[in-house]
């Protein structure tokens, strides 16, 4: 079992940044593929991105490539999203969640942290 807590959501202004943590529980962090999603009101779930297991390698949504990044600290059983440059749409619900298979079948979720942007 494996217990995700994100922390770090709030109320920003456009342009401005964020960092969201997501603390996972258990000793196998490091087999999990971590990913970040996002649900805004009325809308479906939306990936964000994902750092893959054992490759290292990251991936990203197009509507957030170039502003938004994650990382991974397997130390400290953390992911992290970086969000710079933020707008109003990026407004929404901000969930991770761990796999051990693909970002389509999620093992675990986190409960979620607002973010809001204002204009």
């Known amino acids: 079992q494996v217990q995700l807590v994100e922390s770090g959501g709030g109320l920003v202004q456009a342009g401005g940044s964020l960092r969201l943590s997501c603390a996972a529980s258990?000793?196998?962090?490091?087999?999990?593929?971590m990913g970040w999603f996002r649900q805004a009101p009325g809308k479906e779930r939306e990936f964000v991105g994902g750092?893959?297991?054992?490759?290292?390698?990251?991936n990203y949504a197009d509507s957030v490539k170039g502003r938004f990044t994650i990382s991974r600290d397997n130390a400290k059983n953390t992911v992290y999203l970086q969000m710079n440059s933020l707008t109003p749409e990026d407004t929404a619900v901000y969930c991770c969640?761990?796999?051990?298979?693909?970002?389509?079948?999620?093992?675990?979720w986190g409960q979620g942290t607002q973010v809001t942007v204002s204009s």
């Open positions: 258990g000793r196998t962090f490091s087999t999990y593929t």
């Open positions: 750092a893959i297991r054992w490759t290292g390698s990251i």
């Open positions: 969640a761990a796999t051990q298979a693909a970002m389509t079948r999620i093992d675990y």
